[in-house]
C-alpha cells in the first residue's frame, strides 16, 4: 500500500520561505510522477507543481517554487520562496503513474497524503 506523508507546513509572514517534504512509501519511487496540489478555504484544489521526466509549476509559483526529488530517501521537496498571502492553502502530496499527459488533473493521481496547512500573513 503506497502513503505519502508530508510535512514541513507552518505559519509564516509574507516573503518567507518554507520547504515542504513528501516522503513516499510503497512502491518504487522513481517510477512515478509526483505533484502538490493545494486547496484554500471555499476554493477548489488546484494544481501546484509535478516532477516526473520534467517539472511543471502553475503560473502563479514559477520562479518561486522549486520541486525536487531525492529517490534515494523516496521523498519530494517543494521550495516556497517569496511566499504570498495568497499561497495560503492545505498542501497535498499526489503520485502517479510515470506520464506526461494530465499533469495538471488531479483526477489522474492514485495515491494522496493527509495534507499540510500552510499559512502566510501579509
Known amino acids: 500500500q503506497v502513503q505519502l506523508v508530508e510535512s514541513g507546513g507552518g505559519m509564516v509572514q509574507a516573503g518567507d520561505s518554507l520547504r515542504l517534504s513528501c516522503a513516499a512509501s510503497?512502491?518504487?519511487?522513481?517510477?512515478?510522477?509526483m505533484a502538490w496540489f493545494r486547496q484554500a478555504p471555499g476554493k477548489e484544489r488546484e494544481f501546484v507543481a509535478a516532477?516526473?521526466?520534467?517539472?511543471y509549476y502553475v503560473n502563479s509559483v514559477e520562479g518561486r517554487f522549486t520541486l525536487s526529488r531525492d529517490n534515494a530517501k523516496n521523498t519530494v521537496y517543494l521550495q516556497m520562496n517569496s511566499l504570498k498571502p495568497e499561497d495560503t492553502a492545505v498542501y497535498y502530496c499526489?503520485?502517479?503513474?510515470?506520464?506526461?499527459?494530465?499533469?495538471?488533473?488531479?483526477?489522474?493521481?492514485?495515491?494522496w497524503g493527509q495534507g499540510t496547512q500552510v499559512t502566510v500573513s501579509s
Open positions: 510503497g512502491r518504487t519511487f522513481s517510477m512515478y510522477t
Open positions: 499526489a503520485e502517479r503513474t510515470f506520464a506526461t499527459t494530465r499533469i495538471m488533473d488531479g483526477g489522474a493521481y492514485d495515491y
Open positions: 516532477i516526473g521526466w520534467s517539472t
